[in-house]
């Protein structure tokens, strides 16, 4: 993302170390998570067909069959999972906004796109393994290596990669609308004098993350329904796909396409907090990591 700070004399000739940009990524990720992690979870099992109950409904069956924990459950994993995505995304993302000539804030939609397929193609495996533990109510395992040595056993090595097709159909745009209107925003939000210069106003960028998130969870829920499907089939009680046209056809026909959109209201609950808190805790992290790096 772009950065309106304007640096003071005695910092301008200093190149940031690319560590800030993993740490501020990753670290932020596993926050922003773990504060949504039980709205999350109430998303995915309605986006399994593990229940069909609302928010509330799911979140006291789930208070029933693993306490306050269950609503934690698989959190771990994912937290496993979104630190080296958002390290790799953000990365990446910046790298390629600094590749680019062009200085307008659109071409973050493009960025956002190659740097979200990059991320979730190399996390992709731990993201079923966390599928399976926040989006069923499996009993056989609650750890992420009993869940894969499952997986494994039931579906070989491929296992780990089912559904990554349709992910990486999602992920590409879902990426592209959340870093690029989140872009585009932050350019439009009025600025602050801060230690590190003129800022965007921490609450606009609370504002453009929300905006951001909705966008981006609204327009490519469909795609992530139908991921989450093929990832948790082999788990106990789910049903089996043949691939991913005959999962469509099943589910289209079983509900049409409100189908695709069970768990819609916990998915916006959750996403619009969700990119709020990432992409503050990523830029506030970022001036942390600022503040470590030029005392030295």
């Known amino acids: 993302m772009s950065s309106s700070r304007t640096d003071s004399p005695d910092k301008k000739n200093h190149v940031p170390k690319t560590y800030k940009t993993i740490l501020s990524g990753g670290f932020a990720g596993m ?25 509330a409904g799911t979140i006291k069956r789930i208070l029933r069959d693993d306490g306050v924990r269950g609503l ?29 000539v062009s200085n307008s804030s659109y071409t973050q939609f ?21 599928a399976y533990l926040a989006g069923t109510f499996d009993k056989r395992t609650n750890s992420m290596y009993g869940v894969a040595k499952n997986i494994i056993k039931d579906s070989g090595l491929r296992g780990l990669y089912t559904g990554f ?3 990486c159909v999602g992920a590409v745009p879902y990426e592209a609308a959340r870093i690029g209107v989140y872009g585009v925003l932050r350019d439009k939000i009025p600025t602050v004098s801060t230690k590190y210069g ?22 490519t829920y469909p795609t992530d329904t139908i991921r989450r499907m093929l990832q948790v089939q082999s788990a106990e009680g789910m049903p089996m796909y ?7 056809k099943i589910n289209f026909q079983q509900g049409g396409m409100r189908r695709f959109y069970h768990g819609l209201s916990a998915k916006l609950a959750r ?14 992290l970022k ?7 030029f005392r030295k």
């Open 31 to 55: 926050i922003s998570k773990t504060c949504t992690a039980p709205l999350e979870r109430v998303q995915m099992l309605n986006q399994t067909g593990a229940t069909h109950d609302t928010i």
């Open 72 to 100: 934690w459950r698989g959190n771990l994993a994912n937290c496993v999972r979104v630190f080296p995505h958002k390290s790799i995304l953000f990365s990446v993302n910046e790298s390629l906004q600094k590749s680019i």
């Open 110 to 130: 493009a960025t956002g796109a190659l740097s979200g397929l990059i991320a979730t193609g190399a996390t992709y495996p731990i993201d079923v393994i966390r």
């Open 165 to 167: 097709g349709v992910t």
């Open 198 to 219: 003129q800022e965007p106003h921490p609450f606009g960028k609370l504002c453009a993350g929300a905006i951001a998130g909705a966008a981006a969870g609204f327009t």
């Open 242 to 248: 043949d691939g991913v046209i005959q999962c469509i």
């Open 271 to 284: 996403v619009i907090p969700d990119a709020a808190i990432l992409f503050l805790a990523y830029e506030s």
């Open 287 to 293: 001036d942390f990591f600022d503040d470590i790096y």
